[in-house]
């Protein structure tokens, strides 16, 4: 039995359509065609969305889906830059204090913010050097029962020390050697967190793992200006060109943020055919700066869009793409919302290493979204990305598949109890910041 879905537009690679939609079977695109024309077969769902445009998922390219617990929370710490921001907030207070519990309510949670936000794809870094081993398993588990489809990570480093560094590794590996198959939706990803955590030794062990296992591996990329003049001091040479000189870059490197790179060091990310995330708004929270995606992407380098576990409305962090790069350039025409819009899919599906996910195509994954298309203003091809990006919000996603699943119908999760969820995080919050 076959889902056939009906829409008022569908929005395909090569721009908008009328009238047309898509035939599911399984968990897989198996038509792509006006309404009028696509197959119904007896016993085939219909589903009419002639209300509604139908668009490929979004996908969250970097999360961290503990971070919901830093939420609004005041603390009697003066954070005066990044590192600051790190040893004297982040990682006390949030990162060393998370045990199994946590992991498992905020991953929840993110859950519900990002299929509320359209988001069908995300990638996890979670760094909680106390909740190992099996954090990742805690982890999974939730997001299976979410029905997302989620790459997830340990951050391994080595600042809790040597034998903590090891732990880390091993969690990412046997993660992987776990669940890396093709048919799960939860996969595993190898992941370091910066040049200022691990030494040289420990960076070039992790990537040989994911060599050996065949996988990306992700790290944190000067993400301010502090790790650029960390790795100056230290090795007088700035990190990208570290990572160069430790023949860690090639194509199944995934690198976070990118904010303060130098030419040279986007030529060389460019030449080794390495990825990256970008981050908007958390960049601006603790005052990274603004990266040069334009630059990058001029260069050819895949990139793509993430909430960092800060904002998790995907319509937010398009919104910030596409405004932020125009103010920090003087340049209306950068950015333009084609490209967010490529990024938030299937360019963003590239960049973290999925070539079956981001785009409406017949054989590729169905992980689609509907919303609705009530707009005030009319909607047509020219405007479809500008309206999307900067005129919906989550409140218009009223559909979510994954996989050919429905886990949002009607604006109804189908798959995880919002309230009994924000009741049980409300309390776990306020148990977390009795500090007393």
Same mark, same amino acid.
């Given at each position: 039995?076959?889902?056939?879905?009906?829409?008022?537009?569908?929005?395909?690679?090569? %721009?908008?359509? #009328?009238?047309?939609?898509?035939?599911?079977?399984?968990?897989?695109?198996?038509?792509?065609?006006?309404?009028?024309?696509?197959?119904?077969?007896?016993?085939?769902?219909?589903?009419?969305?002639?209300?509604?445009?139908?668009?490929?998922?979004?996908?969250?390219?970097?999360?961290?889906?503990?971070?919901?617990?830093?939420? %609004?929370?005041?603390?009697?710490?003066?954070?005066?830059?990044?590192?600051?921001?790190?040893?004297?907030?982040?990682?006390?207070?949030?990162?060393?204090?998370?045990?199994?519990?946590?992991?498992?309510?905020?991953?929840?949670?993110?859950? &519900?913010?990002?299929?509320?936000?359209?988001?069908?794809?995300?990638?996890? &870094?979670?760094?909680?050097?106390?909740?190992?081993?099996?954090?990742?398993?805690?982890?999974?588990?939730?997001?299976?029962?979410?029905?997302?489809? $989620?790459?997830?990570?340990? #951050?391994?480093?080595? =600042?809790?020390?040597?034998?903590?560094?090891?732990?880390?590794?091993?969690?990412?590996?046997?993660?992987?050697?776990?669940?890396?198959?093709?048919?799960?939706?939860?996969?595993?990803?190898?992941? &370091?967190?910066?040049?200022?955590?691990?030494?040289?030794?420990?960076?070039?062990?992790?990537?040989?793992?994911?060599?050996?296992?065949?996988?990306?591996?992700?790290?944190?990329?000067?993400?301010?200006?502090?790790?650029?003049?960390?790795?100056?001091?230290?090795?007088?040479? =700035?990190?990208?060109?570290?990572?160069?000189?430790?023949?860690?870059? %090639? @194509?199944?490197?995934?690198?976070?943020?990118?904010?303060?790179?130098?030419?040279? #060091?986007?030529?060389?990310?460019?030449?080794?055919?390495?990825?990256?995330?970008?981050?908007?708004?958390?960049?601006?929270?603790?005052?990274? $700066?603004?990266?040069?995606?334009?630059?990058?992407?001029?260069?050819?380098?895949?990139? $793509?869009?993430?909430?960092?576990?800060?904002?998790?409305?995907?319509?937010?962090?398009? =919104? %910030?793409?596409?405004?932020?790069?125009?103010?920090?350039?003087?340049?209306?025409?950068?950015? @333009?919302?084609?490209?967010?819009?490529?990024?938030?899919?299937?360019?963003?599906?590239?960049?973290?290493?999925?070539?079956?996910?981001?785009?409406?195509?017949?054989?590729?994954?169905?992980?689609?979204?509907?919303?609705?298309?009530?707009?005030?203003?009319?909607?047509?091809?020219?405007?479809?990305?500008?309206?999307?990006?900067?005129?919906?919000?989550?409140?218009?996603?009223? #559909?979510?598949?994954?996989?050919?699943?429905?886990?949002?119908?009607?604006?109804?999760?189908?798959?995880?109890?919002?309230?009994?969820?924000?009741?049980?995080?409300?309390?776990?919050?306020?148990?977390?910041?009795?500090?007393?």
């Amino acid at each position: 039995m076959a889902k056939v879905i009906k829409g008022a537009y569908l929005l395909l690679e090569d %721009g908008l359509k #009328e009238e047309w939609g898509v035939r599911v079977e399984g968990n897989k695109i198996a038509e792509v065609a006006p309404n009028e024309k696509l197959k119904v077969e007896t016993g085939d769902e219909v589903f009419d969305f002639t209300h509604k445009l139908i668009a490929p998922g979004f996908i969250n390219g970097h999360m961290h889906m503990y971070g919901v617990l830093s939420h %609004g929370i005041s603390v009697e710490t003066f954070v005066h830059d990044f590192s600051s921001f790190l040893e004297d907030f982040w990682w006390p207070y949030i990162e060393n204090r998370l045990n199994h519990q946590l992991i498992e309510i905020t991953t929840r949670w993110a859950c &519900v913010e990002m299929i509320k936000s359209g988001i069908t794809t995300f990638m996890d &870094v979670l760094e909680a050097p106390n909740a190992i081993p099996n954090a990742l398993e805690v982890e999974a588990e939730a997001v299976n029962q979410a029905g997302l489809r $989620g790459i997830l990570s340990f #951050e391994a480093c080595e =600042r809790m020390g040597k034998e903590n560094g090891q732990l880390g590794l091993k969690e990412n590996r046997d993660f992987i050697r776990k669940y890396n198959q093709s048919d799960n939706l939860v996969q595993g990803m190898m992941s &370091v967190h910066t040049l200022f955590t691990a030494d040289k030794e420990y960076l070039i062990q992790a990537k040989k793992m994911a060599d050996e296992l065949g996988c990306d591996i992700h790290m944190h990329l000067s993400e301010s200006v502090y790790e650029p003049n960390w790795s100056i001091e230290k090795y007088g040479k =700035r990190p990208v060109e570290v990572y160069n000189e430790l023949n860690f870059l %090639g @194509p199944n490197v995934v690198a976070s943020q990118g904010v303060q790179l130098e030419p040279k #060091e986007i030529d060389i990310l460019a030449e080794k055919g390495a990825r990256l995330v970008h981050m908007p708004l958390s960049n601006c929270e603790v005052g990274g $700066g603004i990266a040069p995606v334009p630059a990058l992407l001029a260069k050819g380098i895949k990139v $793509g869009l993430g909430t960092d576990g800060y904002l998790n409305n995907y319509f937010e962090v398009m =919104r %910030g793409a596409f405004l932020i790069h125009k103010a920090y350039q003087q340049n209306p025409a950068i950015m @333009p919302a084609k490209d967010v819009y490529k990024m938030a899919t299937n360019e963003g599906a590239k960049a973290i290493g999925r070539d079956n996910l981001g785009c409406i195509k017949v054989g590729y994954f169905a992980d689609l979204i509907a919303v609705k298309v009530d707009t005030p203003t009319p909607l047509n091809s020219k405007n479809i990305y500008d309206q999307l990006i900067l005129f919906r919000n989550p409140t218009d996603v009223t #559909e979510v598949m994954i996989n050919g699943k429905f886990i949002l119908r009607d604006g109804e999760l189908l798959t995880i109890n919002e309230e009994k969820t924000r009741i049980e995080l409300r309390a776990a919050v306020e148990k977390f910041w009795k500090l007393d």
